[in-house]
Protein backbone atom coordinates (compact mmCIF):
# COMPACT_ATOMS: atom_id res chain seq x y z
CA UNK A 1 0.00 0.00 0.00
CA UNK A 2 2.68 2.18 0.72
CA UNK A 3 4.79 1.30 -2.78
CA UNK A 4 1.33 2.38 -4.24
CA UNK A 5 0.63 5.68 -2.56
CA UNK A 6 4.23 7.02 -3.65
CA UNK A 7 3.76 5.80 -6.96
CA UNK A 8 0.96 7.85 -6.86
CA UNK A 9 2.73 10.93 -5.53
CA UNK A 10 5.36 10.43 -8.05
CA UNK A 11 2.58 10.44 -10.89
CA UNK A 12 0.59 13.62 -9.07
CA UNK A 13 4.41 15.37 -8.90
CA UNK A 14 5.07 14.63 -12.88
CA UNK A 15 2.23 15.73 -13.57
CA UNK A 16 2.35 18.99 -11.73
CA UNK A 17 5.60 19.28 -13.21
CA UNK A 18 4.74 18.86 -16.62
CA UNK A 19 2.21 21.02 -16.67
CA UNK A 20 4.23 23.75 -15.40
CA UNK A 21 6.48 23.02 -17.82
CA UNK A 22 3.92 23.39 -20.43
CA UNK A 23 2.40 27.13 -19.23
CA UNK A 24 6.01 28.70 -18.66
CA UNK A 25 7.15 27.65 -22.25
CA UNK A 26 3.65 29.08 -23.59
CA UNK A 27 4.97 32.41 -21.72
CA UNK A 28 8.41 32.28 -22.76
CA UNK A 29 7.88 31.60 -26.46
CA UNK A 30 4.87 34.60 -26.91
CA UNK A 31 7.81 36.66 -24.11
CA UNK A 32 10.50 35.70 -27.10
CA UNK A 33 7.96 37.29 -29.92
CA UNK A 34 7.18 40.07 -28.16
CA UNK A 35 11.34 40.81 -27.92
CA UNK A 36 12.29 39.51 -31.65
CA UNK A 37 9.47 40.93 -33.17
CA UNK A 38 7.09 43.63 -30.97
CA UNK A 39 4.76 43.57 -28.59
CA UNK A 40 2.00 42.91 -31.14
CA UNK A 41 2.99 40.21 -32.63
CA UNK A 42 3.70 38.94 -29.17
CA UNK A 43 -0.33 39.01 -28.59
CA UNK A 44 -0.98 37.94 -32.10
CA UNK A 45 0.71 33.81 -30.93
CA UNK A 46 -1.16 34.77 -27.59
CA UNK A 47 -4.32 35.08 -29.41
CA UNK A 48 -3.57 31.96 -31.06
CA UNK A 49 -2.73 30.04 -28.92
CA UNK A 50 -5.90 30.67 -26.64
CA UNK A 51 -8.11 29.36 -29.64
CA UNK A 52 -5.89 26.50 -29.92
CA UNK A 53 -6.59 25.77 -26.62
CA UNK A 54 -10.17 26.60 -26.59
CA UNK A 55 -10.72 24.32 -30.13
CA UNK A 56 -8.98 21.30 -28.47
CA UNK A 57 -9.63 22.11 -24.40
CA UNK A 58 -13.90 22.09 -25.43
CA UNK A 59 -13.81 19.94 -28.43
CA UNK A 60 -15.05 22.90 -30.62
CA UNK A 61 -14.28 22.57 -34.29
CA UNK A 62 -16.01 22.60 -37.95
CA UNK A 63 -15.72 19.04 -40.44
CA UNK A 64 -16.79 17.28 -36.72
CA UNK A 65 -20.32 19.36 -36.17
CA UNK A 66 -21.61 19.27 -40.22
CA UNK A 67 -20.69 15.85 -40.08
CA UNK A 68 -23.05 15.19 -37.29
CA UNK A 69 -25.86 17.26 -38.65
CA UNK A 70 -25.36 15.28 -41.74
CA UNK A 71 -25.27 11.55 -40.57
CA UNK A 72 -27.18 12.01 -37.34
CA UNK A 73 -29.03 15.20 -37.88
CA UNK A 74 -27.45 16.81 -34.38
CA UNK A 75 -27.10 20.74 -34.95
CA UNK A 76 -25.63 21.49 -31.38
CA UNK A 77 -22.00 22.20 -33.47
CA UNK A 78 -23.23 24.28 -35.99
CA UNK A 79 -25.19 26.27 -34.05
CA UNK A 80 -22.36 26.94 -31.28
CA UNK A 81 -20.41 28.28 -34.89
CA UNK A 82 -23.33 30.47 -36.02
CA UNK A 83 -23.62 31.69 -32.16
CA UNK A 84 -19.67 32.60 -32.39
CA UNK A 85 -20.07 33.95 -35.65
CA UNK A 86 -22.89 36.13 -34.59
CA UNK A 87 -20.76 37.44 -31.31
CA UNK A 88 -18.09 38.53 -33.99
CA UNK A 89 -20.58 40.24 -36.30
CA UNK A 90 -22.44 42.43 -33.49
CA UNK A 91 -18.92 43.91 -32.81
CA UNK A 92 -16.81 43.85 -36.36
CA UNK A 93 -19.91 44.91 -38.36
CA UNK A 94 -20.00 48.79 -36.64
CA UNK A 95 -16.03 48.95 -36.29
CA UNK A 96 -15.30 48.10 -39.82
CA UNK A 97 -17.71 51.10 -40.83
CA UNK A 98 -16.23 53.51 -38.04
CA UNK A 99 -12.35 52.56 -38.46
CA UNK A 100 -12.32 51.29 -42.07
CA UNK A 101 -9.18 53.47 -42.85
CA UNK A 102 -7.28 51.02 -39.53
CA UNK A 103 -9.41 47.79 -40.11
CA UNK A 104 -9.90 45.39 -43.19
CA UNK A 105 -13.18 42.44 -43.28
CA UNK A 106 -12.60 39.19 -45.34
CA UNK A 107 -14.36 40.24 -48.43
CA UNK A 108 -14.02 38.51 -51.40
CA UNK A 109 -16.03 38.24 -54.80
CA UNK A 110 -17.97 35.58 -55.83
CA UNK A 111 -17.12 33.66 -58.71
CA UNK A 112 -16.82 30.19 -60.42
CA UNK A 113 -13.84 29.07 -58.71
CA UNK A 114 -14.44 30.22 -55.51
CA UNK A 115 -17.87 28.10 -55.28
CA UNK A 116 -16.22 24.94 -57.28
CA UNK A 117 -13.24 25.20 -54.50
CA UNK A 118 -15.76 25.53 -51.69
CA UNK A 119 -17.68 22.44 -52.64
CA UNK A 120 -14.02 20.54 -52.41
CA UNK A 121 -13.23 21.75 -49.97
CA UNK A 122 -15.84 20.92 -47.79
CA UNK A 123 -15.68 17.24 -49.50
CA UNK A 124 -12.00 17.11 -48.40
CA UNK A 125 -12.09 18.16 -45.35
CA UNK A 126 -14.75 15.57 -44.60
CA UNK A 127 -12.31 12.83 -45.65
CA UNK A 128 -9.63 13.76 -43.47
CA UNK A 129 -11.60 15.40 -40.54
CA UNK A 130 -10.00 18.75 -40.13
CA UNK A 131 -10.75 22.27 -42.05
CA UNK A 132 -8.21 24.71 -41.83
CA UNK A 133 -8.00 25.20 -38.23
CA UNK A 134 -9.26 21.53 -37.56
CA UNK A 135 -5.79 20.11 -39.68
CA UNK A 136 -3.62 22.86 -37.33
CA UNK A 137 -5.47 21.46 -34.37
CA UNK A 138 -5.34 17.61 -34.80
CA UNK A 139 -1.65 18.06 -36.27
CA UNK A 140 -0.74 19.89 -32.33
CA UNK A 141 -2.37 17.08 -30.34
CA UNK A 142 -0.88 14.24 -32.17
CA UNK A 143 -3.61 12.92 -34.68
CA UNK A 144 -1.37 11.00 -37.07
CA UNK A 145 -4.23 11.91 -39.88
CA UNK A 146 -3.89 15.66 -38.99
CA UNK A 147 0.42 14.98 -38.84
CA UNK A 148 0.12 13.61 -42.65
CA UNK A 149 -2.17 15.96 -43.80
CA UNK A 150 -1.19 19.26 -42.94
CA UNK A 151 2.37 19.51 -44.84
CA UNK A 152 0.30 18.94 -48.10
CA UNK A 153 -1.93 21.27 -47.15
CA UNK A 154 0.33 23.22 -46.92
CA UNK A 155 1.60 22.70 -50.25
CA UNK A 156 -1.61 22.96 -52.18
CA UNK A 157 -2.18 26.23 -50.70
CA UNK A 158 1.19 28.03 -52.38
CA UNK A 159 0.17 26.40 -55.45
CA UNK A 160 -3.58 27.64 -55.29
CA UNK A 161 -2.07 31.07 -54.47
CA UNK A 162 0.07 30.64 -57.48
CA UNK A 163 -2.51 29.92 -60.18
CA UNK A 164 -5.27 32.02 -58.15
CA UNK A 165 -5.24 34.72 -60.24
CA UNK A 166 -5.61 32.18 -63.34
CA UNK A 167 -9.16 30.79 -61.61
CA UNK A 168 -10.52 34.11 -60.79
CA UNK A 169 -10.06 35.53 -64.67
CA UNK A 170 -12.29 32.55 -65.54
CA UNK A 171 -15.04 35.57 -63.93
CA UNK A 172 -16.69 36.97 -60.59
CA UNK A 173 -18.71 39.20 -59.34
CA UNK A 174 -18.00 42.13 -57.33
CA UNK A 175 -17.14 42.22 -54.15
CA UNK A 176 -20.27 42.52 -52.38
CA UNK A 177 -20.56 43.44 -48.48
CA UNK A 178 -22.88 44.04 -45.91
CA UNK A 179 -22.21 47.13 -44.24
CA UNK A 180 -23.42 49.18 -41.20
CA UNK A 181 -26.63 48.65 -39.41
CA UNK A 182 -28.44 47.33 -41.73
CA UNK A 183 -25.83 44.57 -42.96
CA UNK A 184 -25.45 43.78 -39.28
CA UNK A 185 -29.45 43.04 -39.10
CA UNK A 186 -29.59 41.29 -42.38
CA UNK A 187 -26.13 38.91 -41.48
CA UNK A 188 -28.13 38.31 -37.68
CA UNK A 189 -31.83 37.45 -39.75
CA UNK A 190 -29.57 34.92 -41.86
CA UNK A 191 -27.82 33.43 -39.26
CA UNK A 192 -31.44 32.96 -37.04
CA UNK A 193 -32.64 31.32 -40.47
CA UNK A 194 -30.33 28.86 -40.36
CA UNK A 195 -30.28 28.24 -37.08
CA UNK A 196 -33.66 28.23 -37.07
CA UNK A 197 -33.06 25.33 -40.36
CA UNK A 198 -30.91 23.21 -38.48
CA UNK A 199 -33.23 22.91 -35.20
CA UNK A 200 -36.43 21.80 -37.93
CA UNK A 201 -34.12 19.27 -39.00
CA UNK A 202 -32.59 17.87 -35.67
CA UNK A 203 -33.26 15.01 -34.37
CA UNK A 204 -35.59 14.28 -31.48
CA UNK A 205 -34.09 16.11 -28.66
CA UNK A 206 -31.05 16.75 -30.34
CA UNK A 207 -31.41 20.76 -30.27
CA UNK A 208 -29.52 21.57 -27.08
CA UNK A 209 -26.44 23.03 -27.18
CA UNK A 210 -23.96 21.56 -24.83
CA UNK A 211 -22.83 24.41 -22.18
CA UNK A 212 -18.90 23.52 -22.85
CA UNK A 213 -19.74 24.74 -27.04
CA UNK A 214 -21.31 27.87 -25.24
CA UNK A 215 -18.25 28.37 -23.60
CA UNK A 216 -16.36 27.49 -26.53
CA UNK A 217 -18.04 30.07 -28.70
CA UNK A 218 -18.08 32.88 -26.51
CA UNK A 219 -14.10 32.52 -25.70
CA UNK A 220 -13.37 31.95 -29.61
CA UNK A 221 -15.78 34.79 -30.51
CA UNK A 222 -13.80 37.17 -28.01
CA UNK A 223 -10.16 35.98 -29.67
CA UNK A 224 -11.25 36.44 -33.27
CA UNK A 225 -12.65 40.13 -32.51
CA UNK A 226 -8.86 40.50 -30.36
CA UNK A 227 -7.21 39.15 -33.86
CA UNK A 228 -9.08 41.90 -35.53
CA UNK A 229 -8.70 44.33 -33.05
CA UNK A 230 -4.62 43.80 -32.69
CA UNK A 231 -4.05 42.43 -36.63
CA UNK A 232 -6.37 44.93 -38.50
CA UNK A 233 -7.80 41.70 -40.26
CA UNK A 234 -9.73 39.29 -39.19
CA UNK A 235 -8.97 35.36 -38.34
CA UNK A 236 -7.56 33.29 -41.08
CA UNK A 237 -5.65 29.71 -41.81
CA UNK A 238 -5.10 29.57 -44.87
CA UNK A 239 -3.13 32.64 -46.44
CA UNK A 240 -0.07 31.54 -43.45
CA UNK A 241 0.32 27.77 -44.89
CA UNK A 242 1.12 28.66 -48.41
CA UNK A 243 3.47 31.38 -47.31
CA UNK A 244 5.40 28.95 -45.31
CA UNK A 245 5.94 26.32 -48.68
CA UNK A 246 6.38 30.09 -50.47
CA UNK A 247 9.26 30.85 -48.24
CA UNK A 248 10.85 27.86 -48.57
CA UNK A 249 11.03 27.47 -52.28
CA UNK A 250 12.22 31.63 -52.44
CA UNK A 251 15.00 29.70 -50.30
CA UNK A 252 15.84 27.19 -52.06
CA UNK A 253 16.23 29.12 -54.92
CA UNK A 254 13.09 29.29 -56.90
CA UNK A 255 11.42 32.16 -59.19
CA UNK A 256 8.17 32.98 -58.00
CA UNK A 257 7.79 36.33 -60.79
CA UNK A 258 5.96 34.25 -62.61
CA UNK A 259 2.69 34.22 -59.99
CA UNK A 260 0.54 37.33 -60.11
CA UNK A 261 -0.19 36.52 -56.69
CA UNK A 262 3.41 36.11 -54.98
CA UNK A 263 4.84 39.07 -56.93
CA UNK A 264 2.02 41.33 -55.80
CA UNK A 265 3.58 44.22 -53.71
CA UNK A 266 2.18 43.09 -50.19
CA UNK A 267 2.76 39.24 -50.61
CA UNK A 268 6.33 39.89 -52.27
CA UNK A 269 7.27 42.02 -49.64
CA UNK A 270 6.43 39.28 -47.01
CA UNK A 271 8.66 36.47 -48.79
CA UNK A 272 11.32 38.79 -47.80
CA UNK A 273 10.17 39.70 -43.82
CA UNK A 274 10.37 37.33 -40.48
CA UNK A 275 8.15 34.96 -40.64
CA UNK A 276 7.09 36.23 -36.87
CA UNK A 277 5.75 38.99 -38.43
CA UNK A 278 2.77 37.73 -40.30
CA UNK A 279 -0.22 37.79 -38.21
CA UNK A 280 -2.33 34.40 -40.24
CA UNK A 281 1.42 32.56 -39.55
CA UNK A 282 1.90 33.80 -35.76
CA UNK A 283 -2.06 32.16 -34.70
CA UNK A 284 -1.66 29.33 -37.25
CA UNK A 285 1.67 28.46 -34.64
CA UNK A 286 -0.23 28.93 -31.57
CA UNK A 287 -3.15 27.02 -32.88
CA UNK A 288 -1.05 24.10 -33.15
CA UNK A 289 1.16 24.95 -30.04
CA UNK A 290 -2.09 25.54 -28.11
CA UNK A 291 -3.96 21.97 -29.29
CA UNK A 292 -0.01 20.71 -28.19
CA UNK A 293 -0.59 22.46 -24.55
CA UNK A 294 -4.14 20.54 -24.06
CA UNK A 295 -2.96 17.30 -25.36
CA UNK A 296 -0.12 17.16 -23.26
CA UNK A 297 -1.72 18.14 -20.53
CA UNK A 298 -4.22 15.99 -20.34
CA UNK A 299 -3.50 12.15 -18.44
CA UNK A 300 -3.26 10.21 -21.43
CA UNK A 301 -0.95 12.80 -23.03
CA UNK A 302 -1.03 13.09 -27.15
CA UNK A 303 -3.96 12.03 -28.49
CA UNK A 304 -3.39 8.33 -30.64
CA UNK A 305 -1.11 5.89 -31.76
CA UNK A 306 -0.87 5.01 -35.64
CA UNK A 307 -3.96 3.68 -36.58
CA UNK A 308 -4.08 0.74 -38.65
CA UNK A 309 -5.69 2.42 -41.57
CA UNK A 310 -5.32 0.48 -45.44
CA UNK A 311 -3.08 2.25 -47.76
CA UNK A 312 -5.44 3.53 -49.76
CA UNK A 313 -6.50 5.46 -46.82
CA UNK A 314 -3.08 7.36 -46.13
CA UNK A 315 -3.01 7.67 -49.95
CA UNK A 316 -6.44 9.65 -49.58
CA UNK A 317 -4.93 11.60 -46.73
CA UNK A 318 -2.40 12.98 -49.08
CA UNK A 319 -4.36 13.56 -51.46
CA UNK A 320 -7.38 15.63 -49.73
CA UNK A 321 -4.32 17.45 -48.15
CA UNK A 322 -3.17 18.47 -51.33
CA UNK A 323 -7.04 19.37 -52.21
CA UNK A 324 -7.77 21.08 -48.74
CA UNK A 325 -4.77 24.10 -49.45
CA UNK A 326 -5.36 24.49 -53.38
CA UNK A 327 -9.17 24.86 -53.33
CA UNK A 328 -9.34 26.72 -50.00
CA UNK A 329 -7.23 29.10 -52.08
CA UNK A 330 -9.50 29.47 -54.84
CA UNK A 331 -12.28 29.63 -52.52
CA UNK A 332 -10.56 32.65 -50.28
CA UNK A 333 -10.48 31.02 -47.13
CA UNK A 334 -11.62 27.94 -45.67
CA UNK A 335 -14.04 27.49 -42.52
CA UNK A 336 -12.29 30.30 -40.59
CA UNK A 337 -10.70 32.51 -43.17
CA UNK A 338 -14.58 32.64 -45.95
CA UNK A 339 -16.82 31.25 -43.40
CA UNK A 340 -16.17 32.27 -40.05
CA UNK A 341 -14.28 35.49 -40.81
CA UNK A 342 -16.64 36.24 -43.98
CA UNK A 343 -19.96 36.19 -43.16
CA UNK A 344 -18.99 37.71 -39.62
CA UNK A 345 -17.21 41.14 -41.53
CA UNK A 346 -20.44 40.92 -43.98
CA UNK A 347 -18.94 39.44 -46.78
CA UNK A 348 -21.28 37.52 -48.84
CA UNK A 349 -19.10 34.97 -50.12
CA UNK A 350 -18.51 33.94 -46.82
CA UNK A 351 -22.32 32.55 -47.28
CA UNK A 352 -21.67 31.01 -50.96
CA UNK A 353 -18.89 29.48 -49.14
CA UNK A 354 -20.84 27.87 -46.52
CA UNK A 355 -23.56 26.84 -49.03
CA UNK A 356 -21.20 25.25 -51.70
CA UNK A 357 -18.57 23.56 -48.58
CA UNK A 358 -21.49 21.67 -47.10
CA UNK A 359 -22.60 20.74 -50.33
CA UNK A 360 -19.26 19.28 -50.74
CA UNK A 361 -19.16 17.65 -46.83
CA UNK A 362 -22.14 15.50 -48.29
CA UNK A 363 -20.00 13.96 -50.80
CA UNK A 364 -16.74 13.89 -48.16
CA UNK A 365 -19.14 12.08 -45.79
CA UNK A 366 -19.58 9.24 -48.08
CA UNK A 367 -16.70 8.99 -49.56
CA UNK A 368 -14.70 8.70 -45.86
CA UNK A 369 -15.39 4.48 -45.25
CA UNK A 370 -15.03 3.97 -49.00
CA UNK A 371 -11.37 5.09 -48.44
CA UNK A 372 -10.71 3.17 -45.47
CA UNK A 373 -10.82 6.16 -42.71
CA UNK A 374 -12.88 4.48 -39.92
CA UNK A 375 -16.19 3.14 -40.78
CA UNK A 376 -19.27 5.49 -40.66
CA UNK A 377 -20.80 6.66 -37.78
Not at 207 to 226: F, Y
Request: glycine letters at 16%; a positive charge.
Amino acid sequence: MTVTVEARDRRGAGRVFRRGGLIAAGLAAVGAVAVLAGARYGLMLAIGLGIGVALEGLRFGFAGPWRAMILRREPAGILAQLLAIALVAVVALPLLQSHSDELVGAVAPIGWAMVGGAFIFGAAMQVVLGCGSGTLVNAGSGNPVGLVALPFFAIGSFFGAYHLLWWTDIGTLPIMVLEGASGLAITLVLLAAVAAFLLWRAAPGAWRIPPRLIAAALIVAALAIGNLLVAGQPWGVVYGLGLWVAKGAVAAGADLSGSGFWSAPGNAGRLGESILTDYTSLTNFGLIAGAFVVASWREGGLSAPLPRLPARAWVATVVAGLLLGYSSRLAFGCNVGAFFSGISTGSLHGWAWFAAAFAGSWVGVGLRPRLGLETRT
